[in-house]
């Protein structure tokens, strides 16, 4: 391998190849619970150059003078801290393609620390300098000695510097570098965030100190009993006072135990005391096999309803402080996600310990992406050449031992998008020979060679469906594993549809062990003037825009709808019809654990008001089972639509969500309600330049509505335009048609209205135009028809398609501005409580609901289409109700759709004095494309002709026919 001479001599390190030099052994990651440890997290002096070499090593010397450098905070990113930018790529590297070698424009950190130690620090043994995550390539001098250097962003470096410590005085020199060799090997989708952003802590090692230790706990669901054995230095001894545990390290010893389950996360206390130390252990007894080509725990095959976490704050980057990282594990558990892929690294230690404590089957993913090198075909990839083999087994030991202790830690991953080559394999058979318990995955490999789980990420619902019939070949190898979606729902924007049709799926076939979808948070940086910044705000010269953007949770961690969808579907209860009328079935869904924490209530809802909630009583069926169980008799809903819905809730405080929380839920149907009056009677009469039918005013010249039940009303006319989604733009990359670009190109989004007819004739006044954008033949014929009993109006909407049609519609329904309303006026309606689209309604729930017109904005970080509620029977609001036959789907802004699709981010949205309102007959389905395959066919909205009516009345009016 060539190399380039840096000019100052000394930081060759920086584009080698090999994982460092100096640093110890991985092993375990443990808090002693007796030997003393000295945190260096905090203020650390700064000082940012341009290059890897513009400074010499002098800072390091003690007695240096960094008394003019700034300060930043440890763990922490100072391209967040207020020195240099952040920088987004999704895949390509941001600096040429010339392995090892990185530009020469590397930002180079110098970061210092003075530090005394504690007075009872103890004099003997020895002691550690541990850094838990440096992007991307550290070197480090204690006291003027230089100790060493490393790369390996998210992963602990530990350094013996017992001899260099002194009392009071000590010097840490650590020189960070953006850029290195490292950098080829950590490619993932995110942003580029250089600093020391995990802890920095001094550990003492006392003599004879526990090191390293292995616990295996092992479940036979046969015989109920577990195995446990810690292997550890010799002399040392294991307790668990709970089970009358006393043996030797390293001596095995069954007994009957409850085991550990993402879903019944059953922790025991243990001491593992050597010599020097007494080390907290928590144990979980679990087996995991690949069996019967299916993944099984403890015998029970599992089903992962995972998200995909990347470490984020908005403020803080990957710098992560412990209430976060609760805060996503009791957002998930709440959420009904049972599992985690650390994409694409080994989280915070931290993390893996909440994931053991609440429960969460937790992929550990190592910190190796090379996906930038997919753009020369694969040519120089690190991980098919022997020269970086070192530093991808030094990666795999650095994962796997710190983390080889959480029973929540079920699969080890290879990595992400590296391609395929012998270095690959080197890291699967090292892993494989040194934690024989668990099973080895990697999505980028479809032969399988060196996995244990058949991985894909954003396959088609067909291919899932065939992957799971068995009929999707390949490997040999392959074809006897079990699939998982590594990555599927692409949560970018509005979306991702199609979830349920995945779950159906993943239930209805063995092979099929469910998925994680991509991914948990959206990696906006919080700003002043933009709400939140993404690709390509940073002057970045190479940037992937909003595609940082993609999660189920909004930068601060506000559920968006997608989670609440995702909860929806993958509740582990499912509730719905039984066999006879009156009756429900109760599914348990979970694969461990029986309902007995649950309880059931249930109500009636009446035009959507809900009678008094009340228990219902609900046996306890085992995971898979179901109970079917009468529902008391319904109220008479005298022409109102009768609904009921039941909910099962947790019945006793749990450690991640009170008593009452809401685990899954489910609606029906007792009566429909009665149709909506014809509202006829009242003649269409001209005056001037007006004309007037009951209580609505029309432009006798076009035909339009000015006041509806003396409501100002304007441009009410046939809407076709959404502000595309990300998922309606797809990603460049795509082959599949992508719709959100043939809108805008066929100009769906600048329709034009041509009036044809204004005909005020019996007791209709019916107005006829042709709506069609310039340029193209295609177009709609559209007639509205008003009538009216001289109370309300009734309108009458008929579409017929004319010409060539090759794309579906966004949308199909009616849209007019309110003026002077506002985002503070509130809207009531019966219908779909949060936002929906037709492959996104699993969570709409149906009530009487009450919104300010703001409240019904989804705050895409990215602005896009939003907000739709789903199965809407009335709506009120500015002063205006309207009933819809058949239901609608309803959408108010307080800015106009054209607004809305030219922001490019939340602060470009601003009130314009009206609210706009769209009430749509048909939506077109949202689906992945933003990252996968777009809406199924099913939910397309293909032109045909389409009639749809409203009725408009005064708010409180209830018309019925
Ligand atoms: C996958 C990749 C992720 C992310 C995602 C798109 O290909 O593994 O890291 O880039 O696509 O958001």
Redesign the pocket.
């Known amino acids: 391998m060539s190399s380039r001479t840096p000019a100052s001599g000394s930081t060759g390190y920086v584009e080698d190849v090999s994982p460092g030099r100096g640093t110890l052994p991985p092993r375990a990651w443990y808090a002693s619970s007796d030997a003393a440890s000295l945190s260096l997290n905090g203020g650390w002096r700064l000082r940012v150059s341009e290059t890897a070499d513009a400074e010499d090593d002098s800072f390091a010397e003690p007695g240096f003078d960094a008394g003019d450098w700034a300060e930043v905070t440890v763990p922490g990113h100072w391209v967040l801290q207020g020195h240099g930018a952040p920088v987004y790529t ?2 390509l590297y941001p600096f040429p393609v010339d392995p090892p070698h990185v530009p020469t424009e590397n930002p180079t950190g110098d970061h210092l620390r003075l530090f005394d130690l504690p007075g009872d620090w103890p004099a003997d043994g020895t002691a550690v300098l541990r850094f838990d995550g440096v992007e991307s390539c550290a070197r480090v001098w204690l006291n003027g000695t230089d100790i060493g250097e490393f790369k390996g962003s998210r992963l602990p470096h530990e350094f013996a510097v017992g001899a260099l410590l002194k009392p009071a005085g000590n010097v840490l020199a650590v020189r960070v570098h953006q850029w290195s060799a490292g950098s080829y090997l950590e490619d ?2 995110q942003w580029w965030l250089p600093g020391i952003f995990r802890d920095v802590t001094l550990l003492h090692r006392p003599d004879g100190a526990a090191g390293d230790f292995f616990v295996h706990a092992d479940y036979d669901h046969v015989t109920g009993e577990g195995t446990l054995r810690v292997d550890s230095a010799a002399g040392a001894r294991v307790t668990v006072p709970e089970l009358g545990v006393d043996v030797a390290a390293g001596e095995p010893v069954t007994l009957p135990v409850e085991p550990w389950t993402a879903e019944t996360p059953r922790l025991y206390d243990g001491v593992l005391a050597t010599a020097g130390e007494r080390v907290p252990l928590r144990i979980g007894f679990r087996t995991v096999a690949l069996d019967d080509g299916v993944i099984k725990v403890n015998g029970t095959p599992l089903l992962f309803k995972g998200v995909n976490r990347h470490e984020w704050h908005p403020r803080r980057g990957r710098a992560l402080d412990l209430a976060t990282m609760r805060e996503d594990v009791l957002l998930m558990k709440r959420h009904n996600v049972n599992a985690v892929r650390t ?2 690294y080994p989280p915070h230690p931290a993390f893996l310990a909440l994931c053991d404590e609440y429960g969460l089957w937790v992929i550990d993913e190592c910190d190796l992406e090379t996906h930038g090198f997919v753009e020369q075909d694969w040519r120089d990839n690190p991980v098919d050449d022997d020269r970086w083999t070192p530093a991808l087994l030094d990666r795999a030991a650095r994962m796997v031992e710190r983390d080889k202790n959480h029973p929540s830690v079920v699969m080890w991953s290879l990595g ?2 590296a391609g395929t080559g012998r270095g690959l394999t080197a890291m699967a058979d090292w892993i494989h020979g040194r934690d024989p318990s668990r099973p080895v995955h990697y999505e980028g490999d479809f032969g399988c060679r060196d996995t244990d789980v058949y991985s894909r ?1 954003y396959l088609p619902h067909a291919e899932v469906e065939r992957a799971g019939e068995g009929l999707d070949g390949g490997t040999h190898r392959r074809r006897g594993l079990p699939l998982i979606l590594c ?1 599927y729902g ?1 949560a ?1 924007g509005n979306g991702p549809g199609g979830l349920a049709d995945y779950q159906r799926l993943f239930e209805s076939y063995d092979r099929l062990q469910g998925g994680f979808v ?2 948990w948070i959206d990696h906006g940086v919080e700003h002043p003037a933009l709400g939140y910044a993404y690709g390509g705000d940073f002057g970045e010269e190479l940037h992937d825009g909003n ?1 940082v953007c ?1 999660g189920l949770v909004f930068p601060d961690r506000t559920p968006s709808p997608g989670l609440i969808e995702y909860k929806k579907v993958i509740e582990p209860v499912r509730i719905e019809p039984g066999d006879a009328d009156g009756t429900v079935r109760v599914t348990n869904r979970y694969d461990f654990a029986d309902l007995s924490p649950l309880e059931f209530v249930f109500s009636h809802q009446v035009d959507g008001l809900p009678t008094e909630e009340r228990r219902l009583a609900v046996p306890s069926p085992a995971p898979g089972e179901s109970a079917e169980v009468k529902l008391p008799a319904a109220p008479d809903g005298g022409g109102a639509e009768v609904q009921w819905t039941v909910r099962a809730v947790l019945a006793e405080d749990t450690p991640w969500a009170g008593r009452g929380h809401e685990v899954a839920w489910a609606q029906g149907t007792v009566t429909r309600r009665a149709p909506l009056p014809a509202a006829t009677g009242a003649r269409p009469a001209v005056d001037g330049d007006r004309i007037t039918l009951g209580p609505a005013v029309f432009d006798a010249r076009t035909g339009a509505p000015r006041t509806l039940c003396g409501v100002p009303v304007r441009d009410l006319r046939l809407d076709v335009w959404r502000a595309t989604t990300d998922n309606d733009d797809g990603a460049s990359w795509q082959t599949d048609t992508r719709y959100g670009p043939l809108w805008r190109e066929l100009g769906l989004h600048r329709m034009r209205h041509r009036l044809e007819a204004v005909e005020a004739d019996g007791d209709a006044l019916t107005v006829r135009t042709r709506v069609a954008p310039a340029g193209r033949e295609a177009g709609l014929r559209t007639a509205y028809r008003w009538t009216s009993d001289g109370g309300r109006v009734r309108l009458t909407v008929s579409v017929v398609p004319d010409g060539d049609w090759q794309v579906p519609l966004p949308r199909l329904g009616i849209r007019f501005g309110l003026p002077g309303a506002t985002a503070e006026d509130s809207v009531r309606w019966f219908g779909g409580g949060g936002e929906a689209y037709p492959d996104t309604r699993a969570a709409s729930r149906d009530l009487q609901w009450d919104a300010r017109v703001g409240e019904l904005q989804t705050p895409y970080v990215r602005p896009q289409e939003n907000g739709a509620r789903a199965d809407v029977r009335w709506a009120e609001t500015g002063g205006l109700r309207v009933d819809g036959e058949p239901e609608f789907w309803f959408t108010a802004r307080p800015w106009t759709t054209e607004h809305l699709d030219a922001a490019r981010h939340r602060t470009d949205l601003v009130p314009d004095g009206t609210v706009w309102v769209n009430l749509d007959h048909r939506q077109h389905g949202i689906g992945s494309q933003s ?1 996968g395959p777009g809406p199924l066919p099913r939910y397309y909205l293909w032109p045909e002709p389409a009639e749809f009516s409203f009725v408009f009345s005064e708010p409180g009016d209830r018309p019925r026919g």
């Open positions: 999704n895949h993932q989708d994409s694409h992400n998008e990420m990555e692409h970018m991509w991914e595609f993609d990252c």
